[in-house]
Every structure is written in structure tokens, then in C-alpha cells.
């Protein structure tokens, strides 16, 4: 048969008169593990090692350190602040009461002590001290819980939103890489924009989350463009080329689908349905699909138009051959106030290397 066996209880007693460490020792040792300190000195240099009491009994009137001090900085050190601590004292004032209350203390007992007094109020606060660690320790691993669970489910959406995108760029004879590429680089950009004035107000590290989230759906429409169109490795027609810009409105509907099916919003797919919608609006107004002007662009939009243009250009597509790093810089240089965000572009130009960075990690093929 196998017994259970619990470990005792520790207490640690601090006082300076050896006659109360002698009376308090013998009054609890019949149920705890006692340990003595005989000044506040002692005391915080025991509390210092890697095994700590389950209570203190803490007198204030000490020579060294007195105990209202012990307590304070007890009550300021992260893994010595749940300790419960008991005030034993001469001092039979309100107001010394009240001020160890204030300071942390669980209890106050004045002196002389009555032995059943102390041994009640100590299994009292070692009862609630168990009570509340078992409570500490049961949030902890259901927190715990939830992180993993939260882990698997972002991991799982995430895979999911990548071969959606992934069938999208397939069917455009571009690679998933365009995808990594395209969230890094709209990254790095909303990294270095943080600061600035005009975007600090919604660029934080939680919609620089988002976007990179969102960003493989930005062409999500073009799952719906015929293959005729997507494929062809010459100019389109006018008619073709309205077609084709319907993607955005694709994208952006099939993004609202999903999210009505869902029944609530969801933070990231707000920016997926912009940046699917209007990361082909131009600064000037001749974009598409809506001809939205300057700061009318959602700014999540404007920050994909310079990472997927600079992507499709040093890039081969169907209907182009790839051309150099320096001259896509020279070309987006060109697009300043006419096609992009004047502010995002002069950002970008501070950046270029580590957007070339990005296009050699991720280079199609590997």
C-alpha cells in the first residue's frame, strides 16, 4: 500500500529577542518546519536562497532592519510578494496596526502571544496561502492551455490562408515565394514607418501582425479571373483588361463572405479586405477599382502597392521578363506623388537593400 507522505508547512520566525524565537519555535515546531532568524538582516539574507518559507512571522522592533522595512521590500520582490507575512509586536497602537496592513501583512498579533492564538492565525493564513497557490497554479496551466491552444489555431490559419493564396498565384504562374516575399517586405516597410507622424497613430506591432497575416490574400481575386486573361503573355484588350481588374473586387467580396459566415469581425481580415480592394489605387487618383485619392487609400494598401510592384518587377511574370534591383528602385522612384504615398516611397528609397535582402531569401525556387 503506498502512503502518501505531505511535507510540513515552513515557517520562518524573525525576531532579535532569543527568548521569543525560543517560545514561537516550540509553539509551532509540533506542526511546521521551523526556521529562525534572529534580526532582519538574517532574515532577508535566508529569503535570498532558492527555498522559501510558506510564512513569515516577522517582529517589527529589530535593532538592524525592522520589520515594517523586511516587510516592504518583501511586498516589492516579485517571488517573495505572496509570502504571507504576520506581525509580532509589542506595539499595541492603531495606527501600527494599520500601517502593517498598508505595508502587506496578512495579520497582526501584539505580545505577549497566547500560544493557541498563534497556532490558530498561522494554520489560518497557511490555509488561504494553499487555497490561493492552488488557484495561482490552476490559472497558470489553463493560461497555458490557451497559449497552445491559441499557437495551433493561428498555425492552422495561417497554413490555411497560404494555400488559398498559394492556388491564387499559382494559377498566375507566380510562386508562393511572391507571397513570403510580399508579407516581408510590407513588414519591414510598417517597421520603419512606426514612428513617423502621419502613421504612428494606427501602425503599432499589432496591425504590423495583422498585415503580415493579411498580406498573402492580396490577390486572392484572381482565383476568378478566367485563364485566358491571367495567362496571357501579351497586352490586354480593354475589355480584358476591365476583367482583370475586377480581382480586387473579387478578392474583397470573397474576404466579406467568409467573414458573414463567421458572424463577427475579425481584425486581420478587415485589412485583408483593404488590401485586396485598393492595393491598385494610385496616389494621384488613376488607380482602381474606386479612383480613391492620396490619404483616402487605406494606409495597408498603399504600404502592398510599393511591395508588389517592386516584387512583380524584378520578377518574371507571364507577360514580362524580370529587370534589375536598381532599375525597380529607379521606377518606384518615378512613381513618388504620381502612383505612391510620397512618405511610404521615400521609405522605401531608405530601405532598398533590405528589401533586395528579402528578394534573395525568398527567390523563386527555393
Known amino acids: 500500500m503506498n502512503i502518501e507522505v505531505f511535507e510540513r508547512p515552513t515557517v520562518l520566525v524573525v525576531d532579535d529577542s532569543v527568548d521569543s524565537l525560543s517560545l514561537l519555535s516550540t509553539i509551532l515546531k509540533e506542526f511546521y518546519r521551523v526556521k529562525i532568524a534572529n534580526g532582519g538582516v538574517k532574515a532577508l539574507d535566508i529569503l535570498s536562497g532558492a527555498e522559501l518559507p510558506d510564512l513569515i512571522l516577522l517582529d517589527i522592533m529589530m535593532p538592524d532592519v525592522d520589520g515594517y522595512e523586511v516587510c516592504n521590500r518583501l511586498k516589492n520582490e516579485p517571488r517573495l510578494k505572496d509570502i504571507p507575512i504576520i506581525f509580532l509586536t509589542a506595539k499595541t497602537d492603531i495606527e501600527d496596526e494599520e500601517k502593517g496592513l498598508e505595508l502587506g501583512a496578512v495579520d497582526y498579533i501584539t505580545k505577549p502571544i497566547s500560544p493557541p492564538i498563534v497556532r490558530a492565525r498561522v494554520k489560518a493564513q497557511l490555509q488561504l496561502k494553499a487555497a490561493a497557490d492552488f488557484l495561482r497554479d490552476k490559472n497558470a496551466y489553463l493560461e497555458d492551455i490557451v497559449d497552445k491552444r491559441t499557437l495551433e489555431v493561428r498555425a492552422i490559419q495561417e497554413v490555411m490562408l497560404f494555400g488559398l493564396a498559394s492556388l491564387a498565384e499559382t494559377r498566375d504562374n507566380e510562386t508562393g515565394n511572391h507571397i513570403r516575399r510580399t508579407q516581408h517586405y510590407i513588414k519591414a516597410l510598417a ?53 482583370m481588374k475586377a480581382h480586387t473586387t473579387l478578392g474583397k467580396e470573397a474576404i466579406e463572405k467568409a467573414e458573414s459566415k463567421l458572424g463577427f469581425k475579425v481584425d486581420f481580415l478587415k485589412i485583408a479586405k ?17 479612383q480613391l485619392v492620396g490619404d483616402e487609400i487605406p494606409i495597408a494598401a498603399r504600404l502592398m502597392s510599393i511591395a508588389d510592384v517592386y516584387d512583380a518587377l524584378i520578377n518574371r511574370r507571364v507577360y514580362k521578363s524580370p529587370i534589375a534591383h536598381e532599375r525597380a528602385v529607379e521606377i518606384i522612384a518615378s512613381g513618388k506623388g504620381t502612383f505612391f504615398d ?25
Do not use: N
Not at 494610385?282 to 474606386?290: A, E, L, N, S
Not at 516611397?345 to 523563386?364: C, G, N, R
Open 274 to 290: 483593404e488590401i485586396a480592394y485598393s492595393h491598385h489605387e494610385k496616389w494621384d487618383g488613376t488607380g482602381y477599382p474606386q
Open 342 to 366: 510620397p512618405d511610404i516611397t521615400d521609405t522605401f528609397l531608405a530601405m532598398t537593400e533590405e528589401f533586395k535582402a528579402i528578394a534573395d531569401k525568398f527567390t523563386d525556387g527555393t
Open 191 to 243: 517597421e520603419r514607418l512606426r514612428d513617423h507622424p502621419r502613421f504612428r497613430s494606427f501602425i503599432s506591432d499589432h496591425t504590423i501582425a495583422m498585415m503580415f497575416r493579411s498580406a498573402p490574400l492580396h490577390d486572392i481575386g484572381k482565383v476568378g479571373i478566367p485563364d485566358g486573361i491571367l495567362l496571357k503573355p501579351g497586352r490586354f484588350s480593354p475589355t480584358e483588361y476591365e476583367i
